[in-house]
């Protein structure tokens, strides 16, 4: 399997943690040397590994922010 590069670009903030210290995050991040996009996921302490998240454009973040003013 491929090695995953990644740059955290900005830390936005931390929306919990997990007794075991991992914590869910929004961040802008580059993958593999890409343009940055905000990106929420799960991260263990140190960021040594990470969980399953969602990768969103400037606009689908924009769109999100709309669907949730909504509610």
């Not at 995953?4 to 991040?29: D, M, P, R």
């Not at 996009?37 to 606009?59: F, H, Q, S, V």
Request: glycine share 8%; hydrophobic share 40%; charged share 30%.
């Amino acid at each position: 399997m491929a090695d995953i590069k990644f740059e955290v670009v900005k830390h936005i903030g931390v929306l919990s943690e997990t007794a075991k210290g991992w914590t869910k995050e929004l961040n802008v991040i580059s993958w593999n040397g890409k343009e940055p996009k905000y990106d929420l996921r799960d991260w263990a302490p140190n960021k040594e590994k990470m969980g399953k998240g969602i990768t969103l454009t400037a606009e689908e973040v924009n769109g999100l922010k709309q669907l949730l003013s909504d509610i």
